[in-house]
């Protein structure tokens, strides 16, 4: 039988774990990265004149409709980067509780494959209880992102009426609309946390870092 000494194995385990950390720091900063892109163009897009020629509608609406299709990229791709810092973060938990508990490993040094397999499968058993319990609220992961979606249901809205002439009458109508699409941002951003939350857990099921 072969035979490798528990330290060795320890320190692999180890080394796992710290590419963990690498990659979570790496996402959560294109993460941050590419919200803070979308913000800037919101605001220099804002800042900046924006009629440049005499046919106001036409300018301001395609401004406006350029600024949405950006906005719904940067909600996906958002969502997609806050689903595989979930999956780091479990992943390290998952790590260090093998790295702490010794009876993962046997006396030759190899890991307890079944032993391993029944601790994954009751952790990720937990994640979906955490979701399909009380635990619904928006997490603070999220809430960038729901600020990005209201950014961008507010520039729809504009889209909208400059799409219709009601562009004289915009100030009003946003105030009209501007509680609609508060409510409709957070719905959107649940939405993205639900799908987040069972992506997640399908990826650290079968995540390669975890292949036990």
Known sequence: MEHINIETTISNLRTI?????EHLRATDQKKNQVIYFYIIII?????????FTKDIH????????ALVIVGIFVILITTWYVVWHDVYVNTAIILQ???????????????NYTEIREYISEFTKNLEKDY???KRKIRTEFLLIWLTALLTLLNLIIYILFFFNFYKNLHI????????CILASYIITYLCQRYERIKMISIL????LLKF
């Open 17 to 21: 774990y710290s590419e963990c950390n």
């Open 43 to 51: 605001g220099a897009y804002y800042a900046l004149p924006q009629y």
């Open 58 to 65: 036409y300018t301001s609406n395609f401004g406006y409709l």
């Open 97 to 111: 509780h093998l790295i702490m508990n010794q009876k993962y490993i046997n006396r030759n040094g190899l890991l």
């Open 132 to 134: 399909t319990g009380a």
């Open 173 to 180: 109508l946003l105030i009209c609309v501007f509680l609609i």
């Open 205 to 208: 099921k079968n995540s390669w």
